[in-house]
C-alpha cells in the first residue's frame, strides 16, 4: 500500500501564496504521474494539476497561470506552489499518483487526510 500526507494548507488573503507538500511512502519502486486534486465543500473532487516522472505538468484552466506544480523523486514528495490565491480556490486539498509497487503492477495510494485551503475575501 502507499499512504499519502498532505501538508501546507492554512488560511491566507485573496492575492496570497501558499505552498503545498506531500509525501508518499510505503513499498515504491518508483513514480509515474504525481496529481493535486482539491475538494471544495458540496462539490465533487477535481484535478487541479500533474506533473509527469519528466517533469512535463498540466494544469486545470482554473488555476493555469497562478498554480506551479513540481516534485522530487529522491523524496517522492509533490509540491504545488499555489500564487494569487482566489476565494473560490478554498478547499480540501489531497495528493495522489501513479505508483509502480513491483514490475509491472500500477496503483494508486490510498487517500489521506487533505490539507484545508482557506482564502479569504
Known amino acids: 500500500q502507499v499512504h499519502m500526507v498532505e501538508s501546507g494548507g492554512g488560511l491566507v488573503q485573496a492575492g496570497g501564496s501558499l505552498r503545498l507538500s506531500c509525501a508518499a511512502s510505503?513499498?515504491?519502486?518508483?513514480?509515474?504521474?504525481m496529481e493535486w486534486y482539491r475538494q471544495a465543500p458540496g462539490k465533487q473532487r477535481e484535478l487541479v494539476a500533474t506533473?509527469?516522472?519528466?517533469?512535463?505538468?498540466k494544469y486545470a484552466d482554473s488555476v493555469k497561470g497562478r498554480f506551479t506544480i513540481s516534485r522530487d523523486n529522491t523524496k517522492n514528495t509533490v509540491y504545488l506552489q499555489m500564487n494569487s490565491l482566489k476565494p473560490e480556490d478554498t478547499a480540501v486539498y489531497y495528493c495522489n499518483g501513479d505508483f509502480v509497487i513491483r514490475f509491472g503492477l500500477i496503483v494508486k495510494g490510498n487517500w489521506g487526510q487533505g490539507t484545508q485551503v482557506t482564502v479569504s475575501s
Open positions: 506533473i509527469t516522472s519528466g517533469g512535463s505538468a
Open positions: 510505503g513499498s515504491i519502486f518508483s513514480i509515474n504521474d
